[in-house]
Every structure is written in C-alpha cells, then in structure tokens.
C-alpha cells in the first residue's frame, strides 16, 4: 500500500513537471528571457572591464564574487558539521576508555 | 581494499602520478582566466591528489604528505584569503570586495584581473581543505580488532525493498 | 509542441528516477543515492537551459568580438559550478549522519529503525 502510494507520488509530480515543461521555451532559442538581459550584459562589458576571456569565471569571481563568498562559507560549514559529528565523538570515546 | 604489501605496481604508479596530478591541478587554477577551470575544479583534482595517497598507502602511511589536522585550518584559511582581498579593497578605498580599489598600484582592469585571480587560490585552498576533511571523518570510525566492524554486521538481512 | 523541447523532458525522466530512489526504496544508503541522482537532474537542467543556436563557449574570442547571441548563456553554468561542489559536501555530511545511525542502531534498513525508534519512545 505504501509502494503503491509512492509510484502514485511519483506519476503526479512527472505529470506536474511535464504540464509546466511545454511552457519553457524552444531549446536553444536565442531570445529565451533568462538569456537576454542581464547575460547580454555581462558577455558585451566582461572582457573590456576585467581583461580575462574566461565569462563564467568573471561573472562568479568578479560580478557575483559575494555570492561565491557564501557558497565557499556553506562548503565550508559542511565539513565543519561532518568533523563536529565524527570525529570529536571519536575523541570522546578514546578519552573514555583510558 | 589493496594494502602496500601487496603490489608494488600501484604503489610505485600512485608516487609517481601525485606530483603530475597537483601541477594539472595549479594549471586549471591558474588557467581559470582564459580556459574553463577556476578555483573549484582546481581545489578538487588538489584533494584527489592527497586522496589518492589516503587510498594506496593508508590513513596512517600518508600522513606525512598531508596531515589530518591540517584539513579544517586550510579550509579556514581559504576563506581568510577570499574576505582578506575584500577587506583589503576597503582599505584602498572602494566597497567590499570591488577590486578596482585594491592598493596595488596597477590599473584597474589589471586590478580587477589579480583580485579575480586572489579569489579563485582562496576558493581552492577551502574546497581542498573541507574535501580532504570529510574523507578523513568517513574512514576510520572504528578501530579494527575492537570486534563489531562495518563489515560484519551479522546474518544478512537479505529484504531488498526493489 | 514537445519534440523542439526534447532535452528537458530528459531531464525531468532524469529527476523521476532519483525521486523514484528517495521514496520507494527502504534502504537508507539507497536513498541517499537516490538524492545524489535527483541534485545531478536538476544541475543537468540549468546547464541544458543555457544553450543557444549558434553559439560557443563563453570565452572571448578575437574573431568573434562582443556579440553576446554568439556565446552560450554564462550564467547558469557559474551557478552549478557552485552547486556541484555543495552536493559533494552535504553528500559527505549524509553519509557522516548515516555511520552515527549504524553505530547506534545496528542497521540501516528505515521499516527496522522505525521499530527501534518506538520501542525506545515507549521505554522512555
């Protein structure tokens, strides 16, 4: 009953998912929304402001360089979490034992 | 799992792949500016580097290349490096983290170029760092010979839910 | 209508496999694997977003100045940059949550750890 519940999830968020999905717009079109201002922007100014080719590594270093601030403290913060979670009980248990 | 002992093959491979693997690692750091790459792909082939000798030769045969402890301070001082650049634009003047300020004494497009180029060896010292980190978390969590281990955790519970 | 839109509707089969793991399987590592799947649908949907008709890798070249139509949208792919680094770091924290889980309880099948869970509620 409770697989059957799951694969009847499953089917209702695909057939949401695929209603939504003939709403996007053709692939590859040039003048999809996400693709014409802000981006236009970048790729016309990027080279003449910074001299680096490389757009990508000038829109998240340069352009956006706060938000991978805070992507680098989230990585960060989630090998601080795995070593507060295993390795300071490991320490706990060794001083337990002596 | 392959222990030193017994194949020289892959020990000897694995020494002579480490430096080879750290250098491609700097070149896709440095090269972030005129080729995909950058900080995050460099940070991560540099941790692979350090993982590979974590898998032929041991937690404990490694350490002298990379020490466990060293895993969360090199993180820490990624994101030092990374804030220090937007603190030292602050210094010279601009907002948080706008390069053109930086007190180096170039213009500003080529400002711009080095505080990219200082952003990006931050990121990549801190994803090493937390990569190595997490491994060293995962492995070793019990000690061998103390009786239960993750191997042997009794008759199988053979009930797939597929 | 769909046919010029194949490459999401790949994307989302994709999504459905992942969401397919996470719910139906009972196993916990399964699970877990299931999410990994489900974060690289999404990341392949953001980086299939980004093409254009026409364009190229989004490095200034010489030859082709600064028209921005003849270079694919840059800024999806710097999203994911980001993305996939973090699911590597929360799939290293699951699986750290995971061992914690063993070693407590001896199992990691969810039907056995739910009775474990309320046999300790109801001893209190």
Redesign the interface.
């Known amino acids: 009953m409770a697989r059957f519940l799951g694969f009847l999830t499953i089917l209702a968020v695909g057939a949401v998912l695929v209603y939504g999905g003939m709403g996007l717009p053709a692939f590859g079109d040039p003048n999809a929304p996400a693709a014409v201002h802000v981006s236009d922007q970048y790729l016309e100014h990027g080279y003449h402001d910074t001299h680096t080719p490389n757009i990508v590594t000038v829109m998240i270093a340069d352009y956006r360089s706060f938000d991978t601030l805070g992507e680098t403290i989230v990585v960060f913060t989630a090998g601080l979490a795995c070593f507060l979670l295993l390795r300071a009980e490991r320490r706990r248990e060794e001083e337990d034992a002596e | 799992m392959i222990r030193p002992k017994d194949s020289i093959i892959v020990e000897v491979v694995a020494r002579f792949m480490v430096p080879f693997i750290q250098i491609f690692a700097f070149y896709v750091i440095f090269h972030?500016?005129?080729?995909?790459?950058?900080?995050?792909?460099g940070?991560?082939l540099l941790a692979g580097s350090v993982l590979l000798q974590r898998v032929v030769f041991g937690k404990r045969g490694s350490q002298s290349g990379f020490a466990t402890r060293f895993?969360?301070p090199f993180?820490?001082i990624?994101?030092l490096i990374?804030?220090g650049t937007?603190f030292l634009a602050q210094a010279g003047g601009g907002n948080?983290?706008q390069?053109d300020h930086l007190p180096f004494g170039l213009s500003p497009?080529?400002l711009?170029?080095v505080?990219?180029l200082l952003?990006?060896i931050?990121?990549a010292f801190?994803?090493m760092?937390?990569?190595i980190?997490?491994?060293?978390?995962?492995v070793g969590?019990?000690k061998r010979g103390e009786g239960e281990s993750?191997h042997s955790?009794?008759p199988e519970?053979g009930?797939?839910?597929? | 209508m769909l046919a010029d839109k194949w490459p999401y509707f790949a994307t989302v089969l994709m999504l459905l496999i992942g969401l397919y793991g996470m719910v139906v399987k009972r196993n916990l590592v399964k699970k877990l694997i299931g999410m990994n799947i489900f974060q690289s649908a999404i990341i392949l949907f953001f980086i299939v977003y980004a093409w254009k008709d026409a364009g190229t890798v989004p490095v200034h070249d010489a030859a082709l100045g600064d028209d921005p139509s003849r270079y694919i949208n840059p800024i999806p792919h710097g999203l994911m940059l980001t993305a996939i680094v973090v699911s590597v770091a929360t799939t290293g924290v699951a699986l750290a949550l995971l061992s914690l889980i063993y070693k407590r309880f001896g199992t990691l099948e969810e039907d056995e750890l739910l009775r474990e869970l309320r046999t300790d509620r109801e001893r209190g």
């Open positions: 972030g500016h005129y080729s995909p790459g950058g900080g995050f792909q940070g991560a895993g969360i993180g820490v990624g994101i990374y804030a937007g948080f983290l390069y497009v080529y711009r170029n505080g990219i952003v990006e931050g990121v801190a994803v760092g937390t990569l980190s997490i491994y060293d978390d995962l969590l019990k993750m955790a009794g519970r009930r797939d839910a597929g």
